[in-house]
């Protein structure tokens, strides 16, 4: 017997989009919906109603909801280019913004794979979750994949997230991404490196779900301008690639001329801002000197 019925259990949906949206979430009914689904255990739209106890759970989570804890954090879950990956306390949440960036990775991994007809070797570097490796290796099937994560909360759970979605597929390294011995093994011989390292100049103002959950390893790149970590990642990633290979590197929308600059001077010829859903400037794509091969 259920403690609702289906019309009193919508109401309490709709009354909890719009708490929500009175503390500034930024999607209040979906939100709504999703905390709700995530108790019924199915789709709000096929809930006759909801049982005993879901009214006090409900409150329970659309108040942490209220106090800006993100969605994901609380059911445990985030979604990235179709694929559903664990989301755990300490590591960095996959941001929609990073699904374009890793399209173009994808694009050119693929361009690889139907120009030479072999399998592209494509490494992701400052991994966090394993969100953009699990994405290649599912879209690209023939793709051998690497991915480098420092930190060891991260690490772990990239490498479940990316055991579970493409089993097999990616190999998982924990280290220094800008250190020259790490994945020496693969130097000018990788197809595709694509990074979302942390890139957030000094003391830029984060939103309160970013400040509050993300940690800091992810978030700030070093120096005022944040530039730091995205540099060293344009240097290893010219060594890793191979002539005419491929970087995308996720930035922020104020860092692109530099990073154009950076690719020109560090041995890439073409450098390109791509852009993201919100039309911001949003990532380089730069490709590697082909005049070097020997
Ligand atoms: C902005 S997060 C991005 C994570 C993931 N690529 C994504 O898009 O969700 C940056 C990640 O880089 C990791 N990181 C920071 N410095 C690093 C380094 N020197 N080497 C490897 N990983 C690093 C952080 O721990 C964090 O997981």
Redesign the pocket.
């Known amino acids: 017997m259920n403690a609702l019925d289906r019309y009193a259990l919508r109401r309490t949906v709709r009354e909890a989009g719009q708490m929500l949206a009175l503390a500034g979430v930024a999607s209040p009914e979906v939100d709504a919906r999703l905390l709700a689904e995530h108790l019924l255990g199915g789709p709000l739209l096929l809930a006759d109603g909801a049982p005993e106890g879901f009214t006090a759970a409900y409150a329970a989570l659309v108040g942490r909801r209220a106090a800006r804890e993100p969605l994901q954090r609380i059911l445990g879950v985030m979604w990235f280019r179709g694929l559903e990956l664990e989301c755990r306390p300490g590591?960095?949440i996959?941001?929609p913004e990073?699904e374009v960036v890793a399209g173009a990775a994808i694009e050119a991994a693929r361009a690889v794979a139907s120009e030479e007809g072999r399998g592209p070797v494509v490494v992701?570097?400052?991994?966090?979750?394993g969100?953009?490796a699990a994405a290649v290796a599912a879209e690209v099937p023939l793709a051998r994949v690497w991915a480098?994560?420092?930190?060891a909360a991260?690490l772990a759970l990239a490498r479940e997230n990316c055991e579970r979605l493409a089993p097999g597929r990616v190999e998982v390294v924990g280290?220094?991404?800008?250190a020259p011995a790490v994945l020496a093994e693969l130097d000018g011989r990788v197809d595709v490196v694509v990074s979302?390292?942390?890139y957030v100049p000094a003391g830029e103002v984060e939103d309160v779900e970013t400040a509050g959950y993300d940690?800091d390893?992810?978030?700030y790149g070093g120096g005022a301008d944040g530039l730091r970590?995205p540099l060293a990642v344009v240097e290893r990633a010219a060594a890793l690639l191979s002539p005419g290979a491929v970087l995308v590197m996720e930035h922020d929308p104020g860092q692109g001329a530099a990073l154009r600059a950076a690719a020109l001077g560090a041995g890439f010829t073409e450098a390109v801002t791509g852009q993201d859903l919100a039309g911001r400037d949003r990532y380089l794509r730069a490709v590697k000197e082909r005049a070097s091969r020997a």
């Open positions: 590591v960095f996959v941001r990073t992701d570097l400052c991994a966090g979750s969100a953009i480098v994560e420092i930190d991260a280290g220094d991404a800008t979302n390292p942390p940690p390893l992810a978030l970590l």
